[in-house]
């Protein structure tokens, strides 16, 4: 109920950062991303990858849709290139991401390194809940509590990541399908909710079927070609929608 | 020589995993003055990038790996085809989807599973 509406009154900087944990620990993005980290610790556990590995591509890479191409891509004895330009390419939407969140954190005294920590925190879970609730908070408080719904989602994922890690080993079959099922149920579900726009659903369905036929025939860099085919076929197909619908 | 190997994949973690992830995160930071986000080339590159998401979550259902392809892929595809509608259905809940593509998944695994 204290929680105000309105830009209040500012508070101290640690304060900020302890509400921003605070709210990453409640929010339903909480949920969503215990679920996808325990299904990639389990993958990771399947891959032959240590729980120290793990936990540092948490830390380092800190993308799930990256962590779960570079354990597969890795563990499956990928090329390093192949893997690296998949990677390369899945985290291009960081960033607009990063680019539309920036200048919710500027104030005219901010410092470019003040933005390095909230720049590296920027991932899908991250970006939504401080996008929804920046605007409730002082703008002096604002690098704070991203700071601290950053490292509260960090938190959660690596002890997920651990959890699923451990748990992967133990569990009878249906349970461990069931945690490596997480991994692609939760992105089919909170990929899709987060494409708003025309453009970015035909990518996705695109996607989605040309993929595995690449895999299947066997293409190389299959997943490099998926984003440029299913990219530029969603991109054009909207844009001649988009013209056909407005009368000229 | 498990050092070495431990070495090694930590240098790789960081070569190719760390690395082609973060620049675009500094790129962004690079640009967050200049760049406007609605313009075109950001939207054929966020395209891009959905499409290789929807690649790798199809990998993930037609061609896994560990204890998953283990699962007939007539569960997997039903289970993926149930929590996707459970999602529409119900408010557009990513928890409902989920819960749903599971308890789905989990009840297949149970039955069809030796």
Redesign the interface.
């Known amino acids: 109920m204290s929680t105000p509406l309105q830009p209040g009154p500012s508070q101290s900087t640690a304060r900020a950062f302890l509400s921003g944990v605070v709210a990453a620990w409640t929010s339903?993005f909480a949920?969503?991303l215990a679920?996808s980290y325990i299904g990639i610790g389990?993958?990771a556990h399947?891959?032959g990858?240590?729980i120290g590995?793990m936990t540092?591509?948490t830390l380092?890479?800190?993308?799930a849709?990256?962590?779960?191409?570079?354990v597969?891509t890795?563990?499956?004895g990928a090329a390093?290139i192949e893997?690296?330009?998949?990677?390369?390419?899945?985290?291009?939407?960081?960033?607009?991401?990063?680019?539309?969140l920036?200048?919710l954190l500027r104030t005219e005294r901010t410092r470019?390194r003040e933005?390095?920590l909230p720049?590296?925190f920027?991932a899908i879970s991250m970006w939504v809940e401080a996008l929804r609730l920046l605007p409730q908070i002082p703008r002096e408080n604002r690098i704070a509590y991203c700071n601290g719904i950053g490292l509260g989602f960090m938190t959660i994922a690596c002890i997920a990541g651990a959890i699923g890690y451990l748990l992967?080993g133990r569990?009878p079959?249906?349970?461990?399908?069931?945690?490596?099922?997480?991994?692609?149920?939760?992105?089919?579900?909170?990929?899709?909710?987060n494409?708003r726009?025309m453009?970015?659903r035909?990518?996705?369905?695109?996607?989605?079927?040309?993929?595995?036929l690449?895999?299947?025939g066997k293409v190389d860099l299959?997943?490099?070609w998926?984003?440029?085919?299913?990219?530029?076929v969603?991109?054009v197909a909207?844009r001649l929608v988009a013209r056909k619908g407005r009368p000229s | 020589m498990t050092g070495w190997i431990?070495w090694h994949?930590?240098l790789?973690?960081?070569?190719?995993?760390?690395?082609?992830?973060?620049?675009?995160?500094?790129?962004?930071?690079m640009?967050?003055r200049g760049?406007d986000?609605g313009s075109e080339i950001?939207?054929?590159?966020?395209?891009?990038?959905?499409?290789?998401?929807?690649?790798?979550?199809?990998?993930?259902?037609?061609?896994?790996?560990?204890?998953?392809a283990?699962?007939p892929m007539s569960v997997?595809v039903g289970?993926?085809l149930c929590?996707?509608l459970a999602?529409l259905l119900i408010r557009?809940s990513?928890?409902a989807?989920?819960v749903v593509?599971?308890a789905v998944?989990?009840a297949g695994?149970?039955l069809l599973?030796p």
């Open positions: 339903v949920l969503v679920g389990a993958l399947d891959f990858f240590s590995w540092a591509s380092l890479v800190w993308a849709p990256a962590q779960v191409i570079l597969s890795l563990g499956a390093l893997v690296a330009l998949a990677i390369a390419l899945s985290a291009v939407r960081l960033l607009p991401m990063v680019v539309a920036l200048p470019q933005l390095i720049t590296h920027t992967a569990l079959l249906p349970l461990a399908a069931t945690l490596l099922f997480l991994t692609p149920m939760a992105f089919l579900v909170s990929v899709i909710r494409s726009l453009v970015d035909l990518a996705f369905a695109i996607g989605f079927a040309v993929g595995p690449m895999i299947w299959a997943l490099m998926t984003g440029l085919i299913g990219g530029t969603a991109h909207a | 431990d994949t930590y790789v973690l960081i070569l190719v995993g760390f690395l082609p992830n973060e620049v675009w995160r500094v790129l962004g930071l640009l967050a760049l986000e950001l939207v054929w590159v966020r395209a891009v990038a959905t499409a290789v998401l929807a690649g790798v979550v199809a990998q993930l259902i037609f061609f896994p790996a560990g204890a998953l283990a699962v997997r289970a993926a929590g996707f999602f557009r990513v928890f989807g989920v593509g599971e998944l989990l695994a149970l599973v």
